[in-house]
């Protein structure tokens, strides 16, 4: 059994920062590369940032300059650094992780954590 358990999430003022943390628990897995998605009320659900095993990271334009995703692969974790955080960032936060476990390589989700900035 593979779970990812998400935390940080909150209430801001725009301007402001937050920090979400995503860990993975369970047993015989390995983290291949991991994300953090969300969604806004009435929106589909959208890709923030990647990272890759490696470290190597990718963001969408929306939160470039602002967002920083950054992993400890010792503590099977990835973090997301939210700053000048802006209303139209509100959104449930979604982290992502592809896990292979024994010889089986999948797609998982967490449970996902509310953040609203107020204007």
């Known amino acids: 059994q593979v779970q990812l358990v998400e935390s940080g999430g909150g209430l801001v003022q725009a301007g402001g920062s937050l920090r979400l943390s995503c860990t993975v628990s369970?047993?015989?897995?390995?983290?291949?590369?991991m994300g953090w998605y969300r969604q806004a009320p009435g929106k589909q659900r959208e890709l923030v940032a990647g990272?890759?095993?490696?470290?190597?990271?990718n963001y969408a334009d929306s939160v470039k300059g602002r967002f920083t995703i950054s992993r400890d692969n010792a503590k099977n974790t990835v973090y997301l650094q939210m700053n000048s955080l802006k209303p139209e960032d509100t959104g449930v936060y979604y982290c992502?992780?592809?896990?292979?476990?024994?010889?089986?390589?999948?797609?998982?989700w967490g449970q996902g954590t509310q953040v609203t900035v107020s204007s």
């Open positions: 992502n992780a592809d896990i292979t476990r024994w010889i089986i390589r999948k797609n998982y």
């Open positions: 369970g047993t015989l897995f390995s983290v291949n590369a």
């Open positions: 990272i890759s095993s490696d470290g190597t990271a």
